[in-house]
Structures are given as structure tokens and as C-alpha cells.
């Protein structure tokens, strides 16, 4: 068949359709009117529009500890994580609080992402971690000849998250490191963490180059 150039062009709901080889613009008209409403639906309005993100946890409020955790109790028996859960639960909690669960003012607050926020929260949320403190405390042994942990409570009102795990590090990785005689691999042991995390942090702190 020659191409007429006066024929109407198909629309895209007639050139979605399907029709057997050979069949007349008209056949083909035919079958995209037997096609059913939804599938000749535009894409974008078949796409639930994504329910927006609450600036705000919504959850009630955990109870923030009065003082940080006892690090000198911990050191030399808790972990790198426990620590840090440790510091998360009486820092992060005190000032989600203090900003009314509001998580853009927390994050810049913080110095960290949005996401990054609502990670933490769901951690501390499901109090993983959260007796780790009573059975270390309970477990025997006492540190030996570690120096006195910095105090970090200064740094709450206007300390980033970075600040505040940048400070115990100085004190924990430090101290960890030269009970073994600078043995990356026995601290990493030690503080239940990989070689490379440990370096990571180490170079963080400017104590490994």
C-alpha cells in the first residue's frame, strides 16, 4: 500500500495497539478501543504519588540518660560498639529531645544527614545494645592503668556528632593501642572490630598515618 501523506497520524494509544499483519488503520483503531481503561492510563498517573516524609519523629520520646556512660568503668571489657552505643543513647536521644524530634534540626545540629538521623534513632529505638552497660558492669576485671576518660559532657550543647566520638576516640584507641605496644591487629581483636575500621579511625584521630 502507498503512504498517504493526508491520513491522520496514529495516536499512541493506536500505536500501542496491536492488530494482525496487513490490517487497515481503521482494524487498528478498533483494537486499541477494546483495550481496558487502565492500561491505556498514562504512566505517570498510574504511580501512587509517595506519601511525604514527616520532618518530625513521630514516635514518644526516649528517656535520655542524666550523664554519659561510665567510660572508665568500660574500657579494657566493652567493645568499640558498645562504647559508642553507650555515648549515642545519652548524647543523640538529648538532643532529639531537646529539639523536639524535629530531624532536619537535629541533623544540623548534629553536622550528619537526615538519613542519617533517622538511622540512629531506629537503632536506639530498638534498644540494641541497651544492657550491654549492666553486664559489662557486672562481668569481673577492672581496667588497668587506663587514664581518666575525657569529659564530654561540654559538648553537648554545641558539639557535632563527629566532635564527640572524635574525643573518646583520642582516649580509647589510644590507650587500646599502646596496651598491646601499637599491635593494630590485637586492638582490632580487642575492640571487635576489622583491621581497616580501625586504621580508619586511627587516622581520623591523626594517631595512625
Known amino acids: 500500500m502507498l503512504f498517504d ?17 496487513g490490517a487497515s488503520v481503521s482494524a487498528v483503531a478498533a483494537a486499541a478501543a477494546r483495550k481496558p481503561a487502565a492500561a491505556r492510563k498514562p504512566a505517570a498517573t498510574r504511580k501512587s504519588a509517595a506519601a511525604p516524609r514527616s520532618p518530625t519523629i513521630s514516635a514518644a520520646p526516649l528517656v535520655a ?20 552505643t553507650g555515648i549515642d543513647r545519652w548524647y543523640v536521644v538529648n538532643v532529639m529531645n531537646e529539639e523536639g524530634g524535629n530531624v532536619s534540626r537535629v541533623a544540623r545540629r548534629l553536622k550528619v544527614s537526615r538519613k542519617r538521623v533517622r538511622v540512629l534513632w531506629a537503632r536506639l529505638r530498638s534498644n540494641a ?7 559489662i558492669l557486672k562481668a569481673g576485671g577492672k581496667p588497668s592503668n587506663a587514664p ?18 572524635d574525643t573518646v576516640d583520642r582516649w580509647l584507641l589510644g590507650h587500646t593501642l599502646g596496651r598491646v605496644d601499637g599491635n593494630v591487629s590485637q586492638a582490632a581483636r580487642d575492640l571487635a572490630v ?11 584521630v591523626k594517631l595512625y598515618r
Open 5 to 21: 501523506p493526508t491520513a491522520p497520524v496514529p495516536s499512541r494509544a493506536l500505536a500501542g495497539a496491536r492488530a494482525p499483519a
Open 65 to 84: 540518660p542524666d550523664d554519659p556512660p561510665p567510660l572508665a568503668d568500660m574500657i579494657d571489657r566493652a567493645t568499640y560498639r558498645q562504647i559508642h
Open 129 to 135: 545494645g541497651k544492657d550491654d552497660l549492666k553486664k
Open 148 to 165: 581518666p576518660p575525657p569529659d564530654i559532657v561540654p559538648l553537648l550543647p554545641k558539639g557535632t556528632y563527629r566532635e564527640v566520638h
Open 194 to 204: 576489622s583491621r581497616k575500621h580501625l586504621r580508619d579511625h586511627l587516622a581520623r
